[in-house]
């Protein structure tokens, strides 16, 4: 039995605050020009013995970050489109969430509408015109994942050249085209991602269970979680019909004081959940625990009795929590590690980027 499942309220009870340093000014010259916009706006991080590999807001790749002694170094970056039969279109993937489990690091993006931010400088009918503007940006649409090797710090070349993901379709894929018929979700599926459109950030696999932490929509307070498994098919991968009258997902509603998915990460049975505003705002933050997730079988609202709202951890300023993943320091110390969009400025320095350790 993992240590996570025998002592998590110990845990929780005694953590304390210090910070591990991500060196992406080793990246080198061939992703200097990608440096800022990488280190201030990551959005997920993920845990393979001495790696740790991370995605940033809005972009195309993921970044492994390698212990040398004294930080996380020996960066490398991985262009997705190299892996993946991406669409055509706009480079940008969106990807929000990464996870983990038996040498696959599984990729999601967000699956979301955007609506550009209007300039407010711009003549009034200039303005109005750029607010209702609604964009569907393809490459958002990937869920797949990439086998790892050398203890997890590499990416292994796939057989034929491309690795599996659950196949792009029109305007969309099979999970979201799914969704526009489902009695709770399809009404928000045409709304751009911080207004309660459909906005995958979190993604937390076990075995063959994957868990999709939904940022929107919140439905009534509730904020929503999906349940898939995906299986290999001849187009790469295909959901299987896990849920009620064979649904391609299961779906829980969690009571989390009206906030919405920001990331998940898996500790033995448990989920460990970042919530957050569903809106662009600065809070509030909030770290919950979903005991026995993993035995969840029956659909519907989670019972109170199995969210435990988890003390011990302090989310004040204007920082995002964006990822959070269970960590084993190299010092032995183990406990949770979280990264932050938008980072303060003490947070970031001649390309070093400390990332809050609590344990």
């Not at 953590?15 to 990551?42: C, E, W």
């Not at 040498?103 to 931010?117: C, E, F, M, Q, Y």
């Not at 299986?231 to 004081?257: Q, V």
């Amino acid at each position: 039995m993992s240590w996570f499942a025998e002592t998590p309220s110990r845990l929780e009870a005694r953590m304390k605050l210090s910070t591990v340093p991500l060196d992406y000014g080793s990246l080198g010259a061939a992703a200097a020009h990608r440096q800022q916009h990488l280190i201030t706006n990551i959005s997920t991080v993920a845990q393979a013995g001495a790696h740790l590999w991370l995605a940033s807001d809005e972009g195309f790749s993921v970044e492994r970050l390698s212990w040398d002694g004294r930080r996380y170094g020996k960066a490398a970056s991985y262009d997705l489109s190299f892996y993946f039969p991406l669409p055509k279109g706009d480079k940008e993937i969106d990807i929000e969430a990464l996870s983990i489990d038996r040498d696959r690091l599984w990729i999601a993006g967000s699956h979301s509408l955007v609506r550009p931010k209007p300039d407010p400088d711009a003549l009034s009918q200039d303005f109005l015109k750029d607010l209702a503007i609604i964009a569907r940006r393809p490459r958002r649409y990937l869920i797949g994942r990439l086998a790892l090797s050398d203890g997890g710090g590499k990416i292994l070349s796939p057989p034929d050249g491309r690795a599996p993901c659950l196949p792009f379709e029109k305007a969309g894929n099979s999970l979201t085209h799914a969704l526009g018929t489902d009695r709770h979700l399809s009404s928000f599926m045409g709304l751009p991602d911080k207004e309660n459109g459909l906005d995958i950030e979190g993604l937390a696999a076990k075995g063959d269970a994957l868990f999709l932490g939904l940022r929107g929509p919140v439905i009534r307070g509730h904020a929503v979680i999906l349940q898939i498994a995906l299986e290999d098919a001849k187009s790469g991968l295909k959901l299987a019909c896990i849920g009620a009258r064979r649904a391609p997902y299961r779906k829980f509603f969690l009571d989390l004081g009206g906030l919405g998915i920001r990331d998940l990460t898996m500790e033995s049975e448990d989920l460990i959940i970042i919530a957050g505003p569903t809106m662009g705002l600065t809070g509030p933050w909030a770290v919950w625990r979903w005991k026995k997730a993993l035995g969840a079988r029956r659909e519907g609202l989670v019972d109170s009795d199995a969210l435990k709202l988890v003390s011990g951890l302090d989310f004040a300023g204007p920082e995002r929590p964006e990822g959070i993943t269970r960590f084993l320091h190299p010092d032995g110390r183990r406990g949770w590690l979280v990264v932050y969009d938008g980072p303060a400025k003490s947070r970031v320095k001649k390309g070093i980027y400390r990332a809050d350790f609590f344990s």
